[in-house]
């Protein structure tokens, strides 16, 4: 059981990126869908949420407005669409699902059950 991303390369800063989150051994039901994103030095940081049962969504401050988390109910993936990419928007990218967006303060937390292993996000200015 474990969650499988792709998506991820060597963009340019501005352009758009597409990740995508796919259960392997389950399917999403309703999961709680996350991504987080960990850059070289830095910790982990909760970017977006989404829960899969009624479609609420969660955004780190940081991703506001650019960042986009949606369910793919055909291909049963969990997407998270960023525009306008930044370089400080470069880092390795998870996905994480367990029953809820588990917030703290307003954050989001790594207290997931199931990640995946990570894609790479590099964006070159």
């Known amino acids: 059981v474990q969650l499988v991303e792709s998506g991820g390369g060597l963009v340019q800063a501005g352009e758009s990126l597409r990740l995508s989150c796919a259960p392997n051994g389950f399917t999403f039901d309703d999961h709680a869908v996350a991504w987080f994103r960990q850059a070289p030095g830095k910790e982990r940081e909760g970017v977006a949420c989404i829960a899969l049962s009624d479609g609420t969504t969660y955004y780190a401050d940081s991703a506001k407005g650019r960042f986009a988390i949606s369910n793919d109910n055909a291909k049963k993936n969990v997407n998270l669409r960023i525009h306008s990419l930044k370089p400080e928007d470069a880092g390795v990218y998870y996905c994480?699902?367990?029953?809820?967006?588990?917030?703290?303060?307003?954050?989001?937390?790594?207290?997931?059950?199931?990640w995946g292993h990570g894609t790479q996000v590099t964006v070159s200015s």
């Open positions: 994480a699902a367990d029953w809820s967006c588990y917030l703290v303060g307003g954050v989001l937390r790594d207290q997931f059950g199931y």
